[in-house]
Nanobody, 119 residues
Framework: QVQFVESGGGLVQPGGSLNLSCAAS????????MAWYRQAPGKQRELVAS???????NYADSVKGRFTISRDNAKKAVHLQMNSLKPEDTAVYYC?????????????WGQGTQVTVQR
């Protein structure tokens, strides 16, 4: 069964750090480009970072130099280390493939993990 389970979010002050984790199942993980997305209240979901099967990474301009994406193929896991957090990073964070996985018209977004950055 295809599934993404995100964890590691929380409440943090500006300048703080969080490390998000995602456990993927039901897919041939090691060949897929994986990504983190986020959706802030009232905004569309946006791509934050991605990592290819060979480890090449790409980041949104807004998080470059602050966020680091990594993967563990043996554990089918993706991580997002977030440093120097800003209030504008507040959102629900999701992991998925890139592009996001759709099979037979069905999408597979997980429940996400809430990140709140405030004093």
């Amino acid at each position: 069964q295809v599934q993404f389970v995100e964890s590691g979010g929380g409440l943090v002050q500006p300048g703080g750090s969080l490390n998000l984790s995602c456990a993927a199942s039901g897919m041939f993980f090691r060949v897929l480009t994986m990504a983190w997305y986020r959706q802030a209240p009232g905004k569309q979901r946006e791509l934050v970072a991605s990592i290819t099967s060979t480890g090449s990474t790409n980041y949104a301009d807004s998080v470059k130099g602050r966020f680091t994406i990594s993967r563990d193929n043996a554990k089918k896991a993706v991580h997002l280390q977030m440093n120097s957090l800003k209030p504008e990073d507040t959102a629900v964070y999701y992991c998925n493939t890139k592009p996001a996985l759709i099979l037979s018209g069905k999408d597979y977004w997980g429940q996400g993990t809430q990140v709140t950055v405030q004093r």
